[in-house]
T-cell receptor
Framework: ETGVTQTPRHLVMGMTNKKSLKCEQHLGHNAMYWYKQSAKKPLELMFVYNFKEQTENNSVPSRFSPECPNSSHLFLHLHTLQPEDSALYLC??????????????FGNGTRLTVT | AQKVTQAQTEISVVEKEDVTLDCVYETRDTTYYLFWYKQPPSGELVFLIRRNSFDEQNEISGRYSWNFQKSTSSFNFTITASQVVDSAVYFCALSGQGAQKLVFGQGTRLTINP
Protein backbone atom coordinates (compact mmCIF):
# COMPACT_ATOMS: atom_id res chain seq x y z
CA GLU A 1 0.00 0.00 0.00
CA THR A 2 1.47 3.34 -1.05
CA GLY A 3 2.33 5.77 1.73
CA VAL A 4 0.30 8.74 0.50
CA THR A 5 -2.74 8.20 -1.71
CA GLN A 6 -4.59 10.92 -3.57
CA THR A 7 -7.93 10.68 -5.33
CA PRO A 8 -9.02 11.36 -7.93
CA ARG A 9 -5.95 11.25 -10.20
CA HIS A 10 -7.62 13.50 -12.75
CA LEU A 11 -10.47 15.98 -12.38
CA VAL A 12 -12.15 18.24 -14.90
CA MET A 13 -14.57 20.76 -13.50
CA GLY A 14 -16.46 23.81 -14.61
CA MET A 15 -16.04 27.15 -12.95
CA THR A 16 -19.34 26.83 -11.10
CA ASN A 17 -18.81 23.28 -9.84
CA LYS A 18 -17.95 22.16 -6.33
CA LYS A 19 -15.56 19.26 -5.95
CA SER A 20 -13.18 17.85 -3.36
CA LEU A 21 -9.71 16.35 -3.50
CA LYS A 22 -8.85 13.63 -1.03
CA CYS A 23 -5.53 12.62 0.49
CA GLU A 24 -4.82 9.72 2.84
CA GLN A 25 -1.52 8.74 4.40
CA HIS A 26 -0.62 5.39 5.95
CA LEU A 27 2.72 6.41 7.42
CA GLY A 28 1.63 7.40 10.91
CA HIS A 29 2.65 11.00 10.25
CA ASN A 30 1.14 13.95 12.06
CA ALA A 31 1.63 16.70 9.50
CA MET A 32 -0.02 16.99 6.09
CA TYR A 33 0.43 19.50 3.32
CA TRP A 34 -1.19 20.73 0.12
CA TYR A 35 1.07 21.95 -2.68
CA LYS A 36 0.16 23.41 -6.06
CA GLN A 37 2.35 22.71 -9.07
CA SER A 38 1.68 24.86 -12.13
CA ALA A 39 3.53 24.76 -15.41
CA LYS A 40 6.83 26.61 -15.23
CA LYS A 41 6.34 27.62 -11.58
CA PRO A 42 8.00 26.36 -8.43
CA LEU A 43 6.00 24.14 -6.14
CA GLU A 44 3.78 26.43 -4.08
CA LEU A 45 2.91 25.53 -0.51
CA MET A 46 -0.80 26.12 0.11
CA PHE A 47 -1.69 24.71 3.52
CA VAL A 48 -0.07 22.87 6.41
CA TYR A 49 -1.84 20.87 9.11
CA ASN A 50 -0.01 19.66 12.18
CA PHE A 51 -1.89 17.32 14.54
CA LYS A 52 -5.13 18.27 12.71
CA GLU A 53 -4.61 21.98 13.32
CA GLN A 54 -3.95 24.34 10.44
CA THR A 55 -0.58 25.98 10.96
CA GLU A 56 -0.02 27.55 7.57
CA ASN A 57 -2.24 29.25 5.01
CA ASN A 58 0.00 30.69 2.34
CA SER A 59 -2.39 33.45 1.22
CA VAL A 60 -4.55 30.98 -0.63
CA PRO A 61 -7.82 32.30 -2.11
CA SER A 62 -10.95 31.32 -0.21
CA ARG A 63 -12.24 29.28 -3.16
CA PHE A 64 -9.83 26.63 -1.81
CA SER A 65 -10.98 25.27 1.53
CA PRO A 66 -8.93 22.60 3.34
CA GLU A 67 -10.22 20.14 5.88
CA CYS A 68 -8.26 17.79 8.12
CA PRO A 69 -10.57 15.54 10.14
CA ASN A 70 -7.70 13.46 11.52
CA SER A 71 -3.96 13.07 11.07
CA SER A 72 -4.42 10.53 8.28
CA HIS A 73 -6.85 12.38 6.04
CA LEU A 74 -6.73 15.71 4.27
CA PHE A 75 -9.26 17.23 1.89
CA LEU A 76 -9.21 20.22 -0.39
CA HIS A 77 -12.68 21.53 -1.17
CA LEU A 78 -12.95 23.48 -4.40
CA HIS A 79 -15.66 25.92 -5.48
CA THR A 80 -16.01 28.60 -8.15
CA LEU A 81 -12.50 28.02 -9.43
CA GLN A 82 -10.82 29.95 -12.22
CA PRO A 83 -9.06 28.51 -15.28
CA GLU A 84 -5.71 29.61 -13.81
CA ASP A 85 -6.31 27.20 -10.94
CA SER A 86 -5.67 24.33 -13.34
CA ALA A 87 -2.60 22.56 -11.98
CA LEU A 88 -1.27 19.44 -10.32
CA TYR A 89 -2.25 19.41 -6.66
CA LEU A 90 0.10 17.41 -4.50
CA CYS A 91 -0.49 16.17 -1.00
CA UNK A 92 2.42 15.38 1.29
CA UNK A 93 3.02 14.24 4.85
CA UNK A 94 5.85 14.31 7.38
CA UNK A 95 6.30 13.12 10.96
CA UNK A 96 5.51 16.59 12.32
CA UNK A 97 5.04 20.01 10.76
CA UNK A 98 7.37 21.73 13.17
CA UNK A 99 10.47 19.88 12.12
CA UNK A 100 12.28 21.46 9.21
CA UNK A 101 14.62 18.57 8.63
CA UNK A 102 12.14 15.82 7.79
CA UNK A 103 11.70 14.78 4.18
CA UNK A 104 8.19 15.06 2.84
CA UNK A 105 6.39 12.03 1.45
CA PHE A 106 4.26 12.93 -1.55
CA GLY A 107 1.26 11.42 -3.23
CA ASN A 108 0.85 11.07 -7.00
CA GLY A 109 -1.18 14.24 -7.21
CA THR A 110 -4.52 15.22 -8.71
CA ARG A 111 -4.35 16.79 -12.16
CA LEU A 112 -7.07 19.46 -12.08
CA THR A 113 -8.43 21.15 -15.20
CA VAL A 114 -10.88 24.02 -14.81
CA THR A 115 -12.93 24.74 -17.92
CA ALA B 1 14.47 35.03 2.80
CA GLN B 2 15.12 31.62 1.39
CA LYS B 3 15.59 30.93 -2.28
CA VAL B 4 16.62 28.01 -4.44
CA THR B 5 17.76 28.46 -8.03
CA GLN B 6 18.01 25.68 -10.57
CA ALA B 7 19.26 27.51 -13.62
CA GLN B 8 18.94 24.54 -15.96
CA THR B 9 15.33 24.30 -17.06
CA GLU B 10 15.84 21.29 -19.33
CA ILE B 11 18.72 18.93 -20.01
CA SER B 12 18.83 16.24 -22.65
CA VAL B 13 21.63 13.69 -22.89
CA VAL B 14 22.24 10.32 -24.49
CA GLU B 15 22.12 7.23 -22.32
CA LYS B 16 25.36 6.38 -20.46
CA GLU B 17 26.51 9.98 -20.39
CA ASP B 18 27.19 11.64 -17.05
CA VAL B 19 25.02 14.62 -16.20
CA THR B 20 25.15 17.23 -13.43
CA LEU B 21 22.15 19.17 -12.19
CA ASP B 22 22.99 22.48 -10.57
CA CYS B 23 21.41 23.94 -7.44
CA VAL B 24 22.27 27.25 -5.82
CA TYR B 25 20.60 28.40 -2.64
CA GLU B 26 20.24 31.49 -0.46
CA THR B 27 19.47 31.58 3.23
CA ARG B 28 20.32 33.62 6.30
CA ASP B 29 19.96 30.61 8.57
CA THR B 30 23.13 28.98 9.83
CA THR B 31 21.28 25.72 10.36
CA TYR B 32 19.45 24.42 7.35
CA TYR B 33 18.77 21.30 5.31
CA LEU B 34 19.04 20.72 1.58
CA PHE B 35 17.07 18.10 -0.30
CA TRP B 36 16.79 16.59 -3.76
CA TYR B 37 13.54 15.11 -5.03
CA LYS B 38 12.77 13.23 -8.25
CA GLN B 39 9.40 13.60 -10.00
CA PRO B 40 8.86 10.84 -12.57
CA PRO B 41 5.98 11.06 -15.09
CA SER B 42 3.68 9.36 -12.56
CA GLY B 43 3.63 12.62 -10.60
CA GLU B 44 4.76 11.93 -7.06
CA LEU B 45 7.92 13.55 -5.76
CA VAL B 46 10.35 10.94 -4.50
CA PHE B 47 12.83 11.92 -1.80
CA LEU B 48 16.44 11.25 -2.83
CA ILE B 49 18.74 12.84 -0.27
CA ARG B 50 18.92 15.22 2.69
CA ARG B 51 22.04 17.09 3.74
CA ASN B 52 22.42 19.39 6.75
CA SER B 53 24.43 22.59 6.69
CA PHE B 54 27.12 21.25 8.99
CA ASP B 55 27.93 18.23 6.89
CA GLU B 56 29.82 19.12 3.73
CA GLN B 57 30.93 15.60 3.06
CA ASN B 58 29.96 14.54 -0.42
CA GLU B 59 27.74 11.53 -0.77
CA ILE B 60 27.55 8.74 -3.30
CA SER B 61 24.68 6.32 -3.70
CA GLY B 62 25.14 3.99 -6.62
CA ARG B 63 25.15 6.09 -9.79
CA TYR B 64 24.04 9.19 -7.85
CA SER B 65 26.39 11.61 -6.14
CA TRP B 66 25.95 14.96 -4.49
CA ASN B 67 28.48 17.77 -4.10
CA PHE B 68 27.69 20.22 -1.28
CA GLN B 69 29.84 23.38 -1.16
CA LYS B 70 28.91 26.03 1.40
CA SER B 71 31.51 28.42 -0.02
CA THR B 72 29.52 28.70 -3.24
CA SER B 73 26.08 27.90 -1.71
CA SER B 74 25.68 25.02 -4.09
CA PHE B 75 24.34 21.50 -3.80
CA ASN B 76 24.85 19.84 -7.17
CA PHE B 77 23.61 16.41 -8.19
CA THR B 78 25.45 14.15 -10.62
CA ILE B 79 24.13 11.03 -12.31
CA THR B 80 26.85 8.79 -13.67
CA ALA B 81 26.20 6.51 -16.64
CA SER B 82 22.67 7.83 -17.05
CA GLN B 83 19.79 5.52 -17.94
CA VAL B 84 16.45 6.14 -19.60
CA VAL B 85 14.72 5.49 -16.25
CA ASP B 86 16.49 8.55 -14.86
CA SER B 87 14.28 10.75 -17.05
CA ALA B 88 12.26 12.93 -14.69
CA VAL B 89 11.99 16.40 -13.23
CA TYR B 90 14.44 16.92 -10.40
CA PHE B 91 13.85 19.44 -7.63
CA CYS B 92 16.32 20.90 -5.19
CA ALA B 93 14.81 22.24 -1.94
CA LEU B 94 15.91 24.12 1.16
CA SER B 95 14.49 24.26 4.67
CA GLY B 96 15.99 26.58 7.25
CA GLN B 97 15.70 26.58 11.01
CA GLY B 98 14.33 30.11 10.94
CA ALA B 99 11.61 29.85 8.31
CA GLN B 100 10.73 26.23 9.10
CA LYS B 101 9.40 25.95 5.58
CA LEU B 102 10.53 23.89 2.61
CA VAL B 103 11.31 26.03 -0.45
CA PHE B 104 11.68 24.37 -3.84
CA GLY B 105 13.63 25.37 -6.91
CA GLN B 106 11.97 25.56 -10.31
CA GLY B 107 13.06 22.05 -11.19
CA THR B 108 15.19 20.65 -14.00
CA ARG B 109 13.58 18.38 -16.58
CA LEU B 110 16.09 15.67 -17.45
CA THR B 111 15.58 13.57 -20.55
CA ILE B 112 17.80 10.57 -21.18
CA ASN B 113 17.62 9.43 -24.79
CA PRO B 114 18.36 5.82 -25.74
Amino acid sequence: ETGVTQTPRHLVMGMTNKKSLKCEQHLGHNAMYWYKQSAKKPLELMFVYNFKEQTENNSVPSRFSPECPNSSHLFLHLHTLQPEDSALYLCASSPTGSSYNSPLHFGNGTRLTVT
Amino acid sequence: AQKVTQAQTEISVVEKEDVTLDCVYETRDTTYYLFWYKQPPSGELVFLIRRNSFDEQNEISGRYSWNFQKSTSSFNFTITASQVVDSAVYFCALSGQGAQKLVFGQGTRLTINP
